[in-house]
């Protein structure tokens, strides 16, 4: 629980973690927890996570319910049950799920057939970030500024590793997809750092924003039934990440609650870090390349079926945009400016963004 500022011998809450009400901690609020926020908090939360560069911890701030969230989860991990906590909680994760659900098809459509608008738009919206962390810090400390470059070159080597990766790979293995579950989370829950950015820097964002997209039309009531679809992306992409994701949110708050009470100016120097590297890995100008007859895309061999249809040797699956290579291009002048344009309004986003979640205010 969040300590009171009242009891001189508690030990000093970091701003981040602070309720409105600094007298009481989350678990402990007078009244009804805040379902509505916490709804409203939980569907910007979905879509920040559909969207690299928009933190869902930030969206949290935005709704005025991160602080509770952050000791909800806290408190369920180390089996405090309370139904005011359990109640908030589970606003915030159905009303993120269903934005998930609802959402990803378009989102993918418009990463796959527009990726260097996207991109460009990615890009504003994670720089839009900066601010709300380094207005956290305050007071710039050597700590502060050796997390932040740490946090710097982290971000840095994840994406040379990335763009030095094969990326027709099949990346959608149980355990990759467990891992990226975990890391998707992990970003999930820190305010201006984007949990579907490293998703996307760990070439699976695409992958999953697909299986939620055909996992939806699956569904009776809602598309056309389809048992074995359901059953195989349920178990090769909902199952692993579902579990890296609770595992990531449960190990993460713990220990973003203990470094921000003991370690307040290098954790957040790293999170800074983390931050503005996150912009070297999306690269605006690429785009999607079409594959031939004979190349390897996701391990096999792509031909033509008797429709004359790109599809793939082994399994005779349909090889669909969001599997084609993506290689970068050389902009003209209009797609320059465009791009420019585009982050402007990014970071002009979460910059409004930020000030509402502006809890200290």
């Not at 180390?78 to 139904?83: I, S």
């Not at 690429?286 to 040797?313: H, R, S, T």
Request: net charge neutral.
């Amino acid at each position: 629980m969040v300590h009171s500022e009242e009891n001189e011998d508690a030990p000093r809450t970091c701003p981040m973690l602070k309720s409105p009400d600094t007298s009481q901690g989350a678990g402990e609020t007078t009244g009804r927890p805040p379902l509505l926020r916490g709804i409203f908090g939980g569907v910007l939360m979905g879509l920040a996570n559909l969207v690299p560069g928009i933190s869902g911890g930030t969206m949290l701030l935005a709704a005025g319910v991160y602080p509770q969230f952050i000791d909800g989860v806290a408190e369920v991990t180390t089996f405090r049950w309370r139904w005011r906590t359990i109640s908030l909680l589970l606003c915030v994760a159905t009303a993120a799920i269903l934005a998930i659900l609802i959402l990803a098809g378009p989102i993918k459509e418009l990463v796959v057939h527009h990726r260097w608008i996207m991109y460009s738009l990615f890009i504003g919206l994670t720089l839009g970030g900066v601010p709300i962390i380094w207005r956290l810090v305050r007071k710039h400390t050597t700590g502060m500024w050796i997390g932040a470059v740490a946090g710097l070159l982290g971000m840095v080597g994840l994406a040379v590793v990335q763009m030095g990766s094969n990326a027709s790979a099949d990346r959608t293995g149980f355990v990759f997809m467990f891992i990226a579950g975990v890391a998707g989370a992990s970003a999930m829950i820190l305010p201006g750092v984007s949990g579907g950015y490293l998703l996307l820097v760990l070439g699976v964002y695409v992958p999953i924003l697909a299986a939620i997209s055909d996992l939806k039309s699956a569904l009776p009531g809602v598309g056309t039934f389809q048992g074995d679809v359901i059953w195989n992306i349920g178990w090769t992409v909902i199952l692993p990440v579902g579990l890296g994701v609770i595992i990531g949110i449960a190990a993460v708050s713990n220990l973003l609650r203990w470094l921000l009470h003991r370690y307040e100016k290098p954790t957040l120097g790293v999170l800074l870090g983390l931050l503005i590297g996150a912009v070297v890995g999306i690269w605006p100008f690429q785009e999607g390349i079409p594959p031939a007859v004979g190349d390897i895309l996701k391990g096999q061999q792509v031909k033509l079926n008797e429709f004359d249809a790109l599809v793939y040797a082994e399994t005779g699956r349909a090889v669909e945009p969001e599997d084609w290579r993506v290689e970068y291009f050389t902009p003209v002048w209009g797609q320059v400016g465009g791009a420019i344009v585009l982050i402007a309004a990014g970071m002009a986003v979460s910059t409004v963004v930020a000030r509402i979640g502006d809890h200290r205010k």
